[in-house]
């Protein structure tokens, strides 16, 4: 059997296939390289570690494709099975690439070239032969790891992905060590060790390196978790509460408002067709006198949110929210919008003003009250229209008094709000849950009283977004998941503008008071997800664990994933003062050259020569002296070997060297026998003498 990396034939030697007179090895007279068997396994190790996280993002069978091509490999290195010929590589890569396409990806989608970089990383090592085969190989490793990030930038990941390039170097160091010396925990380790070395150095360029625009964009994840949607049926937002995914976070200045008061407003739902709300497009920019500004002195709520990726553009605030990052915008209907689409974590600054009205003025513009009031023909929920003209009737014309009645009547009459509503028709959904069902969740009663107030006239609209947040105690942020979904009614008073009014807070007031789990029955509660936060608010130490794990994921988003133009500006003008471009650069050229300093100190004080032995130094300088007089000490000669020369020589009497002999063996190879420095003073005394008495045979 071949021995570790040295030439086989490529065919193997164990009933493998043969390869062929007209074979790739044959034209390389039969001889293929042999990569080391522990660097094989540490990049085949490494493979399964830099493939499998894309298992949540792009199609299982790409991770299926990668580990078989590495069963393969390891088929080729024991002979078993042989190198694909051309052919098949030629088939192995068209069938790669109408998978992906198969696979429903767009063509210029960032899960398309992820997966073909996945691809090829699993093709190339079934068909790696030579050194130059597993740089490559090594070198796809680094990419695909890093293009992870591109899809997922959480600190789990990020602690998973350290793992990974310690293996990809692992094997890269193994690569570059003598075949007999490859050994994996070694590897394993100079490759842990090379990577905290470089931390020092990544930190630096982290902080200091300026952000500057890309050169080149790079399509992102056309897929992730959007929460809200611009299309809202009666129980959509009742399949949100069954996730206990994050929405976002928001960092207040001061004191966080109370749960009751914290209305996130997202969308605006102003077209309803067929039992379906959905967002009306974008009205056009505010005019001059239309846009809402604070009076002077006025105090507003200053927070940041930093929020997970959606896929869509529109932000959360609290009423009446008015951006302070830049490219944020305050939208004609009062939506915050980001410049592009949410795909990563996104920070953005708001202060809200909760007393400042929304159009304020005698006469809602026409294109607002047109999209305010429309209703789709006669024939639909006829009941409901003309129950809500009844009662406009009897308010005398009073919209305030309309609104109060329905809340009245939700809160004295059989009305209940539960995540299991039964399911409603397309048409007249609205007349079968106020006069029939009267089972709902919060968008069944908000869709209702805005299509009883548009039926009797009043501007109204569907707003939607979360509801409260739960306050993390170790770092005081409020957490908003998308269990904390909602949806709440706006309609126009003339002088006022907008008012908020939440049916909800009639049929469930522990909803907006504690919040969704203090609302819910025990049924409704036991249909969450098994991992749903608020299934264990009685267990502490789960709860405890949560926060514990949210706050570092918070602070990660802080500092890593939201250290951006802004935030690196303010960080470097308290570090500098005034940011030029000289300060800049002197300031990474002494962090720089301190980091790097700091790790060399660190490898050099390893390599420091330890403290020898007071007897040994005593030696080897009695060695040194005697050399000077024609007794060199040889390099492979012991200490008692060379005494015993020095006897034989001459040059030291038979009992002197004995004595010798015996007392340089006790304080040198015997610890347990102890020593002194009366020990080492006469041992020194006994050397000079030898010395002495070979200078004078020296001399004659």
Known sequence: MASEGEAMPAGGARGGLRTGARGGAARGRGIAYQIPRNTLALLMIAQVAVVLPYLLHLSPWLIAVGLFCGYWRSGVYQGRWDYPRRWVKAVLVAASIGGVALTGVSAFSLEAAASLLILAFALKLIEMKSRRDAYLVIFLGYFAIATLFLFDQSIAVAVYQIGA????TAALVGLNQLVTRVRPLESLRVSALLVLQALPLTVVLFLFFPRVAPLWSVPLPSSSVTGLSDRMKPGDVAELTRSDELAFRAVFAGEVPPKRALYWRGLTYSRFVEGTWSAA????????????????????IDYEVLLEPTSS???????????ATPGVTLERDFRLTAPDPVLSV??????????????QAPRLPDRLRIRETWLPDDGDNPRVRAYARSLMSAAGGDAEALVAAVVAQIRSEPYFYTLSPPPLQDRNSIDEFWFQTRRGFCTHYAGALVFMLRAAGVPARMVGGYQGGEINPVTGHVMVRQYDAHAWVEYWLAGEGWRRVDPTAAVAPARIEEGLNAALSPEDRESLSALTAARFDGVGVFRDLLYWADSLEHRWNLWVIGYDTHLQADVLQDLLGEITPARVGLALLLAGGASLGAVALVLFWRRRSAPRHPVEGAFQDFCRRLAGAG????PDEAPASYLRRLESGGVIGADQAGALVAEVDRLLYNPGAGWGRQDLRRLRSQLRRVRLRAALGARR
Do not use: C, N, Q
């Not at 390039?165 to 990809?168: D, G, I, R, T």
């Open 346 to 359: 996104f920070r953005y600054r708001v202060t809200s003003y909760p007393d400042l009205g929304m159009d």
């Open 631 to 634: 007794w060199p000490r040889r």
């Open 165 to 168: 390039l310690m293996l990809v």
């Open 281 to 300: 497009g974008l009205l056009p920019e505010w005019g001059t006198a239309e846009r809402p500004a604070p009076a002077a002195g006025a105090s507003g």
């Open 313 to 323: 553009d529109w932000l959360f605030g609290l009423d009446l929210a008015l951006p």
